[in-house]
Structures are given as structure tokens and as C-alpha cells.
């Protein structure tokens, strides 16, 4: 095992248990700052080992990347290298002009390791240097595809030993990244390594049907199959709403019906399936203001009209173009004028950016985002608010979806300012923000021992930055304290991050929505509308 | 007669072949949008990374689109290589003063044309003064960037055989440039003898210092060098290029025309290919 800063390009074709450990983590702030905080890495099992690959770090992100057995081994390495082909083919012309670009410029200038929340959480582990796997590709493509590769060999880069560990390793590696892009926002040249790193995760997926299962056959295809990647169907979607009237009537005191495919309605809001069931408030909320502002929404039973979700634009062009069409026939079937999307960040980009040139004309429905409505309704006091119910300090998480990838950084911000009197902003944050660590699928990913590297390594940055932005009242418990983060996955990675450092027992540190802090602000609601009853530790 | 013909033939490569790798970018199809904020263009909103999705309904609405804020931005881009001062400044130092040699020594070349043209005294010391400049900025800044390249452990991990040799080939052009420009031969008198087609007869390290010149002008364009190309349109072509596809717009007819070319090359996967 290489030391981390001694780690080479060519260690990854080497016969090795591990290429690195990671044995250094970025120190958190106070009152992380002491030993014994947080709890030590899972231990990897030698069941693991002969199954999986875990000679990269230890860590196993992609649970259908199993070891074959020998003479399979060059047969799943030519599967690879054909892969590889069809990225610089018609097969990829989507991609074809950025690709190109950024493996044919980098100067290896490493601007973009700084900017990196995972290399900067491992104390700049050489494995995780944003270029280090982009490299690994790049060699690869000039031994096998470039006349300059293939007559000068080692003159120019192309001196990689290709065998089936180089392969997993790089598989894996594609695991490592959050895709936020923020070393892409750095680039002097312009070069996007978050891109190149999906590229390599589209070879395993799409030519070699390898992806993490709570993407592919938990996510896209059981939303395919079902409407919704979190298995809901029509029926239990339909009951989930029921009971979530019954709830806000419960909470609110006011009884309000849902609108479910409405025909002709201005606005479908979707939204993440995952928020009916880890935090039914967060739709409720909407449905709350949207009725009391009196917007013409639905909500869609129709299949593939009541997810927003697309976790193929994390792996897979395919999956993605499918959900995405998908998506747009719903929303055409119903005769809604606009689709909005509710607080989900990478449905925001899957909607708005990705799947804005999939198709063209009649087959499409414009997408807007929920927060330029959501500060439109608070701007022209349609809703009135009363601050002082949001009497607690308040900090914002930028999505890298929303902000630094479809540049809407101000109206959640307008909002926030309006209705929290106790806000203060992270540093950094807008699109210079750092990822909450969940990106790319990482939320969602729970096989083996990955949810050790989104805890410890992958989050570790953002949970600092929260440390930082409540400073002194982190450490007084009876003061509660909120991460607002409007995007489910998000919420995801920072529900688990506060589990993981018993954050919310041991300092009162809560997350949600912005959603629910505006309802929770409404001045025509009596009760608190969040409760935080969570009981603190002793 | 063959220096003559050596030097206009190694500079029309550079050009043409410099305008070919454009080209090739500017073929290449339309991709998907990889947006990344902040978009300089975006008007009123660049400064924060905002854009035309925080306005309702932004479809129906006129996009404010700031040409100069994306000139401006090029401009400090390309005259200062803003991004990396602010991003790291230990390395724009040096590149900076590579970059700016280098930028001295294309206007060396065309105040010797001037010069050629109207030859007045104090065109020839403005001359003179442009080419000193451009030298030394160059040469310093080359070789701290190869000295960084050599030293600096991390960047010497990740430099291979060929962008030394890179470097090396043109600190060498530099090197000898400075030696037979200020020793064999005036480069106003070079000059006036090339474009008059005169017999060029150099000495020595004049025609080792051409022979390099035209091999650089004529590998530049081939190599990673050439990413005074690639520079535009990683940035213009996709970076920044927000540009939504509605209906009648430029994108669709794009996007109408690739559809008539469907992908001929299919994947393998079982969820694809079944």
C-alpha cells in the first residue's frame, strides 16, 4: 500500500491489497475538535475483498462490480476498451465537443485540487486529486486509441499496464466524486473532471450494465417499472396524500385537498418520491402555501408523473433520456402550462439543463424551478409572514444542482432573509458552495461500507462549514438550530451526516426544507408548524 | 532561398492547422447543456451566478444578455489569465509571464512588418524594446514553469516525457533567439531580406534558431499547446453556453437537424441493447 502522497498513476495497475488508506481526515471544528467524536471506519471483510473490488481505498461504491473469474478477466477489460471507443463515437455525440475538450487540454496545472471537498476532507489524499483518476483515463485512451499513444508508448503518457484491477480501480474511483463540478468553476482552461468522471461511471453502466444497485435496479429501472424509485406505486401514493391531509389538518388546524391530476392546471409541481416518505411536511408545506396563495397545481397519480427524480444523469445518458421523456409525456397527458419542480436539486438539473435538448417542440413542457414562484409569493405578500416564529438560528446549503449548475442563487436567499431573522450565510457559499457530500448518488448509495466514505469523507466539509455558521451557539444546547437544504438528496446526506456525529442529540441541530420554514412563519397559522421534539442527550 | 520558403511554410501550418482544430470543435454536434455558474453574459446577474431561471415563467421573458460582461470576461481572461491569479498565484506568476512574453513577441513580429514598411527610427526603438520585453518575459516565465515542472514533486508526477519536451523545445527557440538576434543578425535586417526574397544565408545559430522556430510553429497547433483553440470553446461553446432550447430557437433547428443522423454505434449494456 502507497503512502498517499507517494501514490503514482501507474501504482493503479499494481497487485496490491489496497492502493491507499485513507488515514488522515480534515480536522472538524469545534466541538468536533476532539478525539473520540465521531466513530472509526467500518472494518473491510474478507468476504469483501475476494467479491468486490476493494483495492482502491477499501471502500466499496459499486456493489455489481465483482471480481470475475480469471479468464473472464481480459474479456471484461476488452468489454471496457469498447467502451471507451463509444465515447468518442456518435454513440456519445451528446458529449462528444466537452469530452474532447477537456481529455485533449489539461495542463495539469492542479488548480482544481483545491477546490475539491473530498481531497480536501482526506488532507489531500493523492488518490482522490480531482485529476488523478481523469489521468487514469486518459492514458488508457492513448495507449489504445492515439496514434501518438500508440507509436511513442511512454513519451506520451500512455504507459499504463491495463489489466482487470486498473479497470475496477478506475470504476470505483468514479465513486469517489460528488460531480458537484466546483474544480470544473476553477479550471483555467475551462476543463470539467465532475464531466470526464461521469463519462468514465457511463462506460460501466451503459457497455458493461455495471452501476450501483440503489441507482440502476433500485432507481431508474424500479422507476421505470414502477413510477417511482422509491417503489411507491399509484395506490400507495394516493394513500400517502390522504393521510398527509389528515396531517396538516392535525397540524394547521385547516383542511385542505390535495389537487391530483387536474387537467388543464397552470402549474405540475413534482416532486422527490423520498420526500412522502422521509418528510411528508416538506410536500405538505407546499400544498399549504400553494392553497393558500391560491396557485391553479396538481400533483400527477399518472406513472412517471409523481417522481421528479432521475438518477441517470448521475451514470447513465440512456436511463436518463428515458425518465426524462418520460416525464414530459405525463405532464403533457395532463395539459398542465408548466412543470415546477419542488425542493429536489439534481431534479431541478435533470428537468431544467439535462433533458432540455433530449427532445424539442410539442414533446416538451417549459420546466421552472419552485423558488422563483416560492419569492414571487413572498415578495407581492400574497403570503404574509410573522419572522419572529422562525426565532432560531438559520444557515442555507446551496444545492451544487441549483445554484452552481443552473445559477438560481438569490430568491431562496430573498426568502430566508424575510422570514428568519437568526440567518447566516455558510462560507463559501452561492455557486462558490461546497457540495453537501450526498452528489451524484452518494445520498441514496447505502451497500456495504460506502455510507462510511459519505460520513467521514465526503460530508466532512459541509458538516465543518455547519459547525462554522452556528459557531458559539453550536455549543448551547437549548438553542435549536437549522440547516435549511432545499433538495431531498441533500437532506439525505445531511440527515445521515447529523445521525453520524449524533449531531441533533448532542447539539440540537435539525434540517428540512425552506418550505417548512415559511409555513412554519405563516402569520395565519397559529401553531408552530416545526416542533423539533427530538430529546437531546444527556 | 529555403529559409525563405521554410519559414513562410512553418508559419502557414501554424495558421492552417491552428484553424482546422477550430474547426473540428465548431463541427463537432450539439451537446447537452453543461451549464456552470457564474455565466458572465448573464445580465445584472454574473456577478452573484445568477440567471435567467430565477425569473417565473422565464420562458415568456426577454433574456438579458450581457455581451460585453462575456467580452470583459475574455478579455481579463486572455490578456491577464485572470482565473488563475485568483486561483493560484504561486503559478500565474510564471505563466503569466510566459503567456505575456509570448503575446510581446507576436507584436515584435508585426512591428518588424511595420517597421519593414515604414522604416522610421522611432518605430524601429518601439520595435526593439517590444522584442527585449517579450524575450525575457517569455524566457523567465518558461523556465520557472519547467522548473516548477521539475521540482515541485505533485507537478512532476503528473508531467509526462512530452509536455517537458514541450517546454524544453520552447525555451530552446527562446534561448537561441535571444543569442542570434543580439549577436549574428539584426532581426530588422532578417526581416527586410525574408520578405524580399533575398538568399538568406544565416550563420550558424541563426539557422539552428529558424530551424526550431519552424518546428515549434509547426507542432504547436498539433499538441495540448494549442489551446488558445480549445480555451474558447471549452469556456464560449459550453461552459457558458446557456442557451435553452425553445421552440423556434437556434437550438431546436440544431437539434432537428441531428435528429435526420441518428447514432449508428450502439451500446452493449442489457438495459440498452435488449
Redesign the interface.
Known sequence: MSKQLDL??KDIDKKTDRLVEIDSLMPLSAPYDKEGMEPDFVKVKDAWKEKYCTSLDGIIGVDTLVRPSTPEEDKFVH?FI??LA?LF???N??????L???M????????CS??CHIYKSTNQNELYRP?FRS?VLRKIYKKYFTR?GKL?G????ADIDINWETIARLGELAYRCNLC?RC?????????NG?LTREIRKIF?????IAPTFL?SKGS?RQLETGSSTGITKAALLDNLEFMEEDIEEKTGRKIKIPIDKKSADILLTHNTGEFMAWPENPAAFAILFEEAGLNWTLSSSMMGYDNVNYGIWYD???AQKIALQQFQAAKELGVR?IVIGECGHAHKAA???A???T??EN?V?V??C???LW?LVRTKRLTFNPAKNNFPVTLHDPCNV?????????QRNIIKTICPGFREMTPH???NYCCGGGSGFAIMQSLNFADFRNKVSTRVKFDQILRAFGDDVGNRDIVKYVCAPCSNCKGAIRDMLAYYQATDKFNIHYGGLVELMVNALSTIDKPYLTFTDELMP | MFFNIYMILAVSCFIIFSAYKAWK?AK????????????PK?AG?AE????????????NKPRAISHIGEIKDMLL?MLF?K??FV??KR?WWA?YSFHLGIYFLFGWTLLLLINFALPLEFISYITSTVGIMGFTLAFIGNFLLLMRRIFDS??K???????F?NLILILSVLITGIYAWTTCISPQQFIGQLLSFSTLQPGGAVTVHLILLGVMFIYIPLC?MN?YV??Y???H???WE?E??L?GSN??TK??E?AV?P??????????SQ
Open positions: 503514482q498513476l468489454k469498447n467502451g463509444k463515437a456518435d454513440s455525440k451528446n458529449f462528444l465537443q466537452p474532447t475538450l477537456t485533449e487540454y489539461c495542463v495539469k496545472c492542479n488548480t483545491e477546490a485529476i489521468e501518438g511513442l511512454k513519451f506520451v503518457g463540478r470544473a468553476q476553477t479550471c483555467p482552461l475551462g476543463l470539467d464531466m453502466s451503459q457497455e458493461l450494465g440502476h429501472v445518458d440512456n436511463m408548466r431544467a439543463i439535462s432540455d435538448r433530449m424539442y417542440g416538451k417549459p421552472e424551478s423558488l422563483p414562484i414571487e445554484v452552481r449548475q443552473m445559477g438560481i442563487v438569490q430568491p452561492g455557486v462558490d | 470543435f463537432m454536434p450539439i451537446h447537452s447543456r453543461l451549464d456552470l455558474y457564474p455565466i448573464e446577474r452573484y451566478g445568477g440567471s435567467y431561471y430565477e425569473e417565473i415563467e422565464w420562458w481572461e489569465i482565473k488563475l486561483k493560484q503559478l505563466s505533485t507537478l508526477k503528473y508531467t509526462t516525457p512530452q509536455e519536451f495540448k489551446h480549445g480555451k470553446f471549452a469556456f461553446k459550453v461552459l446557456n435553452p432550447n421552440p437550438v431546436e437539434l432537428i441531428a443522423h447514432p449508428q454505434t450502439k451500446w452493449s449494456a442489457p438495459h440498452i
